[in-house]
């Protein structure tokens, strides 16, 4: 099995910044893609950024060019840097990992953590 555990999320002005984090931890020998996903109170989860093992990133072009994903594979770690934040990005966060290699050789898919608040006020 695979935990996730976000942190950093909370509270801050539009035009301000905030940092997420989010550990994995189990039976993990390599995760093939990490991910942020945020949902706001009656709306869909959406995805927000993802990074692959290797390092390649993809974002929607509603955070493009605000938010910065990146992953520290030896310690099974996702960041997200969020700048220029916007009311409109207030939501829970959650990370997600994705074809996950445990030590029996076998993958498994779609983990995710708790969720950690953001609220961007104006």
């Known amino acids: 099995q695979v935990q996730l555990v976000e942190s950093g999320g909370g509270s801050v002005q539009a035009g301000g910044s905030l940092s997420l984090s989010c550990v994995a931890s189990?039976?993990?020998?390599?995760?093939?893609?990490m991910a942020w996903f945020r949902q706001a109170p009656g709306k869909k989860r959406e995805w927000v950024a993802s990074?692959?093992?290797?390092?390649?990133?993809n974002y929607p072009n509603s955070v493009k060019g605000r938010f910065t994903i990146s992953r520290d594979n030896a310690k099974n770690t996702v960041y997200l840097q969020m700048n220029s934040l916007k009311p409109e990005d207030t939501a829970v966060y959650y990370c997600?990992?994705?074809?996950?290699?445990?030590?029996?050789?076998?993958?498994?898919?779609?983990?995710w953590g708790q969720g950690t608040q953001v609220t961007v006020s104006s």
């Open positions: 990074v692959t093992a290797r390092g390649d990133t």
């Open positions: 189990g039976n993990i020998v390599s995760i093939r893609t």
């Open positions: 997600n990992a994705d074809e996950v290699l445990n030590s029996d050789d076998v993958y498994e898919y779609d983990f």
